[in-house]
């Protein structure tokens, strides 16, 4: 398999623990999940998955063949250069404290943050696309604005070189928590179903992608170079954490009080976070190379 160097900004999105993905199948194929829901039935989506699944699990078997592959290669062309066999480098040896981390006051300061901010992001992800529904959107139809909400996180990931590095931390991370505050008031104050609908498709995934850019950042400026795999660990867990709770109050809430009322909370617990984050002395971040 041929190598290929990549860059923040040019690899779509990034995952919880900073490493860079393309876009995964699940969001290309979430119009073709609703053609499927509507059209043959809700259980084929399933079987869709399942299939989908599978064919990944195959594709990891042929990718850790060929590194096992290049792997013998370079130690089999490390020997033939030596004479003697070489043990290959391996980062990462340094023991990390985990103890040390939570005695890092800004850093615990800041999961607090992350997880409200993540929380609300999980609920939304996931009480979204039944809002619609409810609301009279059919199946495929909400599945395609879903789909094109995904689409419009590229071009902020596409030029990230050309802003992440050079804005502050607390600036970046601001924007993403204003685009997540409107998003939670249009959901909840009374809103025609297409400002709704146009608000979903143009902010549901820029303020998330934003923030998950601004993370790396803010993770690299609060901890040390050998703590950072391990931090951003933490903040995932963290995330999974905050998604469980949240989903579980925020469908509570909108069994008993409806949608409007659960998102107008969110809205609150956002507002809190934003506070947090206007006094929380957060390092600049503008002396990194991250992104470009």
Same mark, same amino acid.
């Given at each position: 398999?041929?190598?290929?160097?990549?860059?923040?900004?040019?690899?779509?999105?990034? !995952?919880?623990?900073?490493?860079?993905?393309?876009?995964?199948?699940?969001?290309?194929?979430?119009?073709?999940?609703?053609?499927?829901?509507?059209? *043959? $039935?809700?259980?084929?989506?399933?079987?869709? %998955?399942?299939?989908? /699944?599978?064919?990944?699990?195959?594709?990891?078997?042929? =990718?850790?063949?060929?590194? @096992?592959?290049? $792997?013998? +290669?370079? %130690?089999?062309?490390?020997?033939?250069?030596?004479?003697?066999?070489?043990?290959?480098?391996?980062?990462?040896?340094?023991?990390?404290?985990?103890? +040390?981390?939570?005695?890092?006051?800004?850093?615990?300061?800041? &999961?607090?943050?992350?997880? &409200?901010?993540?929380?609300?992001?999980?609920?939304?992800? =996931?009480?979204?696309?039944?809002?619609?529904?409810?609301?009279?959107?059919?199946?495929?139809?909400?599945?395609?604005?879903?789909?094109?909400?995904?689409?419009?996180?590229?071009?902020?990931?596409?030029?990230? !070189?050309?802003?992440? !590095?050079?804005?502050?931390?607390? =600036?970046?991370?601001?924007? @993403?928590?204003?685009?997540?505050?409107?998003?939670?008031?249009?959901?909840?104050?009374?809103? /025609?179903?297409? #400002?709704?609908?146009?608000?979903?498709?143009?902010?549901?995934?820029?303020?998330?992608?934003?923030?998950?850019?601004?993370?790396?950042?803010?993770?690299?400026? &609060?901890?040390? $170079?050998?703590?950072?795999?391990?931090?951003?660990?933490?903040?995932?867990?963290?995330?999974? &954490?905050?998604?469980?709770?949240?989903?579980?109050?925020?469908?509570?809430?909108?069994?008993?009080?409806?949608?409007?009322?659960?998102?107008?909370?969110?809205?609150? *617990?956002?507002?809190?976070?934003?506070?947090? #984050?206007? *006094?929380?002395? #957060?390092?600049?971040?503008?002396?990194?190379? #991250?992104? +470009?």
């Amino acid at each position: 398999m041929q190598n290929h160097i990549l860059r923040y900004g040019f690899s779509v999105p990034f !995952d919880s623990n900073g490493r860079k993905r393309s876009i995964t199948p699940v969001e290309q194929v979430n119009g073709a999940a609703g053609f499927l829901y509507q059209h *043959v $039935s809700p259980a084929a989506i399933f079987i869709a %998955f399942v299939l989908s /699944m599978l064919l990944c699990i195959y594709g990891m078997h042929l =990718t850790e063949n060929d590194q @096992a592959a290049n $792997s013998r +290669s370079v %130690f089999r062309m490390k020997r033939t250069e030596t004479g003697i066999p070489a043990a290959l480098p391996v980062e990462g040896r340094a023991k990390v404290s985990f103890r +040390s981390l939570l005695l890092n006051r800004k850093f615990v300061f800041y &999961l607090v943050i992350f997880a &409200l901010f993540n929380g609300v992001n999980e609920a939304m992800n =996931t009480f979204v696309p039944s809002m619609l529904t409810s609301e009279g959107v059919e199946p495929s139809m909400a599945s395609t604005i879903l789909s094109i909400a995904v689409l419009m996180q590229l071009p902020m990931v596409y030029f990230a !070189d050309k802003f992440m !590095d050079r804005m502050k931390n607390k =600036t970046l991370s601001l924007a @993403a928590f204003g685009i997540m505050l409107t998003q939670m008031l249009v959901y909840g104050l009374p809103a /025609m179903l297409g #400002l709704k609908e146009f608000v979903i498709m143009l902010l549901k995934t820029q303020g998330s992608m934003l923030f998950i850019m601004v993370n790396l950042k803010i993770v690299h400026s &609060l901890v040390s $170079s050998g703590s950072q795999i391990t931090a951003l660990a933490i903040a995932a867990t963290v995330k999974n &954490l905050a998604a469980i709770v949240f989903n579980s109050m925020a469908g509570n809430m909108i069994d008993a009080l409806g949608y409007s009322s659960c998102f107008l909370a969110l809205a609150a *617990v956002m507002i809190v976070a934003i506070i947090l #984050l206007l *006094v929380f002395r #957060l390092p600049a971040g503008t002396d990194q190379k #991250l992104f +470009s």
